[in-house]
Each structure stands twice: as C-alpha cells, then as structure tokens.
C-alpha cells in the first residue's frame, strides 16, 4: 500500500462548480498537511497547509483533514479556467523535512 | 516566480552517460532539496542539503549522488543512465532550520535519456 494514494483524474468540471479534490494516506504519524498546485511545465507551488486536523479556508479554497479516517480534501469554490492545473497533496511528519507526494489529480475547469 | 533556479531546463543525452543538474536556492535559503517527478512515480523525494550537510535521503539511487557547495547551490549527478531516468527533476529551498518551512521549487530540468 502506497503511503498516499490521490486519483490521478482528469477531472474535469465546467466553470463555476465546486471541485473536490482528495487523498487518503496510511501513515498515522504525518502531522502536516499541504496542497501543492503544478501547472503545466512549472514546478509546484503551495496552496495551503493544516497542521492535524480541521478545516482552513483562504478565499476559495477549503482544505479539510480527517485524521481518523486519514483522508484530506481540497474544495475550491466558483472554480476559473485558471484554475486548470494538477493538485498534488503532500504530508510531513514532525522533524523531518521529507514531503511525501501523491501522485496528482488533474483538473480541467472549462469555460 | 519562485526565486530558485535551475539548469539546464532540457537535457537529452544517452544511456550510459552522466550529467550534473545545477540548483540556485532562494536568497538567503539554507536548504535544498532533490526531487523526481515522473508518471509512473510521481514526485519523488531524492535527497536533502542543509548549509553543505546531507540532513535526509529519500528514494535516491546509488548511481545518483549530490552536494551543495559553500555558496549553497547544489548539483545533482545523475551517473550509467538509464532509459528509466527520464523524468523532470526538481529542485526546492527553504530556510531551514527547526519547524516545517516552506519549500519553493524551481521550475525543473526535464531529462531525456535515449
């Protein structure tokens, strides 16, 4: 079993939908929680990051972790062609700087 | 614009060659990080540097090694390549130091091996 498991998609949802994006993960020792946004021939960027579990919000976009069911979301609100990129979750465990990735979902917003 | 640079942007070359991808850290960023991004694999932890000193390992193979020099950027040497090795590279810094930092990528080498 892979330590992150993230449906790769496409995914692809008309201008205006809530996207929901999503992870599972089986090490019960990862602590943080990030969202990572990689366009097409780019390197990853941050989204957000949660610390255990809960909700955070920045603008449209909800992360959400459920540490007993060791499953993380990502919503994204009235989505925008801009949007269209591949989501990459990613989890760190206490002292150690190693993020592990899942493998991305790509997402299509269509106009 | 994430302040960390990388080059070259593409690489082709044979199996069985060698090459070194360089890495320019954000101003001021002690730490640097290796990855591999490929379909099969995803995004792939190689190796970490902090201020000259390997502090992690990750998925890294022997034939692959790396350091980061005193003005902390980095090279990656990628040895007896083969056709497998294809894949983006990635490079990211942070602070470093205690705590989670944020790690800002650069924009890749994209390695082909023939």
């Known amino acids: 079993q892979k330590e992150v498991e993230q449906d790769p998609g496409p995914l692809s949802v008309p201008e205006g939908a809530i996207v929901s994006l999503n992870c599972t993960y089986s090490?019960?020792?990862?602590?943080?929680f990030m969202w990572y946004r990689q366009y097409s021939r780019k390197g990853p960027e941050l989204l957000m990051y949660?610390?255990?579990?809960g909700n955070k919000e920045d603008g449209r976009f909800t992360a959400q972790v459920d540490k007993s069911s060791k499953y993380i979301s990502l919503f994204i609100r009235d989505s925008q062609p801009s949007d269209s990129a591949t989501y990459l979750c990613?989890?760190?465990?206490?002292?150690?700087?190693?993020?592990?990735f899942g493998k991305g979902t790509r997402l299509h917003i269509l106009p | 614009d994430s302040g960390v640079t990388q080059t070259p942007k593409h690489l082709i070359t044979a199996t069985g060659q060698r090459v070194t991808l360089r890495c320019s850290p954000r101003?001021?960023?002690?730490?640097v990080y290796w990855y591999q991004q490929s379909l099969d694999q995803g995004l792939q932890f190689l190796i970490q540097?902090?201020?000259?000193?390997?502090?992690a390992k990750g998925n890294i193979l022997e034939r692959f090694s790396a350091q980061q020099f005193p003005d902390l950027h980095s090279e990656l040497n990628l040895s007896s390549l083969e056709l497998g090795d294809s894949a983006l590279y990635f490079c990211?810094?942070?602070?470093?130091?205690?705590?989670?930092?944020?790690?800002?990528f650069g924009p890749g080498t994209r390695l082909t091996v023939l």
């Open positions: 990211a810094s942070s602070e470093g130091g205690q705590g989670i930092r944020e790690q800002f």
């Open positions: 090490n019960s020792a990862f602590q943080y």
């Open positions: 949660t610390y255990s579990s």
């Open positions: 990613a989890m760190m465990w206490s002292g150690d700087d190693k993020i592990i």
């Open positions: 101003s001021g960023d002690l730490s």
């Open positions: 540097y902090y201020n000259g000193e390997e502090r």
